[in-house]
């Protein structure tokens, strides 16, 4: 994303914040406001905007170079406020103006380390709210990790920087002190939401302790000089004896078994470049797609990677509920309901099963790949690959644009997981 892009964004970010404010501040209920607030980040989710509170809780998987793209995305979030509490004051709202400077006024009497701690608090809710939107593999899930972490913020009186810009904008309670605030508020977010990635981390790495580095052509050890060998006493039938006894209770124990790998199928996958980067193709399938599928199950067994039975049994149910019904309406245009009443469904099953094994272990293969590798999608790629699309469905750009968004970043992750399966795929050992 370009530093225009990222700014912009992050002044359309703030602007959203501000109208949750908006909302927060038209109610009398503080339920109802906290409810109403949530419209800012759910908009700010669902189309792809920028908000500091949000991004600074990926810190962790970027390199310095983020930092900067931090700053740019707090200075559009502080714009955004400023252009919308400005417009504020101007218009005939003046409950709602009233209301801003009750609360920027309890906000800017509190103490900074006071401040500073309940922003802390605001953030592992925020962290919750966006990588719940993010990860969580069920539609229900994402957007309930989005309501309740911003409602528990706000009934909890937590402190949102980029909320607080807007409070303080429409108050019109802008100084120095003001600005100091503000900047202990940002702190104590950043803080926050690094928390919990800080400690997910640290358990990963004792769970997991990264072997220490081997060089390419070791030396060999050297070769003690075998010593000399007593000289053998003349074999006795006593010697003979005690020679077979041992060489029977040797024979006669079982080798000590290796113990097997514990897979955590809840785990979350940690890859490296050595770990999906060449791998061999013997034995693949022919036909890109299909040894791609099979590459990335040749990593899953590697590494141990796997998925929850809940999650393989509960998304069986669901595809086996949209096969049912494709059937039963291919039936009835056929006349084959008696061939349909006669379907083997334990066999049924288990087929959608594999199959559905086999797409979620590989989806999780992708998810860490994407994770490690971070590959960058140009606007180049994105125009090819909704070209790509216009073609396969027989439409127009404008249709596509219209799912897809103008600027197409909603084929965002569907380049980036094509990447990944081509780079498994080219760096595979033909």
């Known amino acids: ?39 800012g980040l759910f908009t700010i989710c669902t189309f792809g905007f920028n908000l500091f509170t949000g991004k600074v809780c990926y810190s962790l998987e970027n390199n310095a170079g983020y930092l900067g793209t931090l700053g740019l995305i707090w200075l559009g979030n502080f714009a955004g406020c400023l252009i919308m509490g400005g417009l504020l004051r101007l218009t005939r709202l003046t409950a709602l103006i009233e209301k801003a400077e009750t609360v920027a006024d309890t906000k800017l009497g509190d103490s900074l380390l006071s401040i500073f701690i309940l922003a802390i608090f605001c953030n592992i809710l925020i962290f919750i709210a966006v990588d719940g939107y993010k990860n969580n593999p069920h539609e229900i899930g994402k957007y309930l990790a989005l309501f309740f972490g911003v409602t528990v913020f706000v009934l909890c009186g937590f402190e949102h920087c980029v909320a607080n810009m807007f409070y303080i904008t429409a108050a019109g309670r802008w100084s120095g002190h003001a600005l100091l605030f503000i900047i202990v508020n940002t702190l104590g977010n950043a803080a926050g939401g690094l928390l919990i990635p800080v400690l997910k981390k640290l358990s990963e790495e004792r769970k997991a302790p990264k072997a220490e580095p081997v060089s390419a052509f070791p030396e060999p050890e050297p070769i003690p000089e075998p010593e000399p060998l007593p000289e053998s006493p003349a074999e006795t039938p006593v010697m003979a004896e005690a020679e077979e006894t041992l060489a029977r209770t040797a024979a006669e124990t079982p080798a000590e078994e290796t113990p097997a790998i514990v897979i955590d199928p809840f785990a979350e996958p940690v890859l490296f470049p050595e770990d999906y980067k060449g791998l061999s193709l013997a034995g693949a399938p022919t036909g890109r797609e299909a040894a791609t599928d099979a590459l990335l199950l040749k990593i899953a067994s590697n590494v141990g990677i796997a998925v929850p039975e809940e999650q393989i049994e509960e998304e069986t149910d669901l595809q086996l509920i949209g096969r049912y019904q494709s059937m039963k309406y291919a ?30 272990i590989c989806d999780k293969v992708i998810k860490a790949i994407l994770k490690a590798e971070d590959p960058e999608v140009t606007p180049e790629e994105l125009q090819r690959e909704a070209e790509r699309i216009a073609r396969q469905q027989n439409t127009d750009m404008e249709l596509v644009k219209r799912f897809f968004g103008d600027d197409l ?9 094509r990447k990944v399966r081509d780079l498994v795929y080219e760096s595979a050992v033909k």
């Open 331 to 360: 039936a009835m245009g056929n006349g084959g309901m008696v061939e349909l009443m006669n379907l083997d469904k334990d066999a049924l099953r288990a087929e959608v099963r594999a199959d559905v094994e086999k797409e979620l």
């Open 409 to 417: 970043s909603g084929l965002t992750r569907d380049v980036k997981i």
């Open 1 to 39: 994303m370009s530093s225009l892009r990222t700014f912009i964004y992050g002044v359309i970010g703030g602007m959203c914040i501000s109208i949750g404010g908006c909302a927060f501040l038209a109610t009398d209920s503080k339920i109802a406001g906290a409810v109403f607030f949530v419209v």
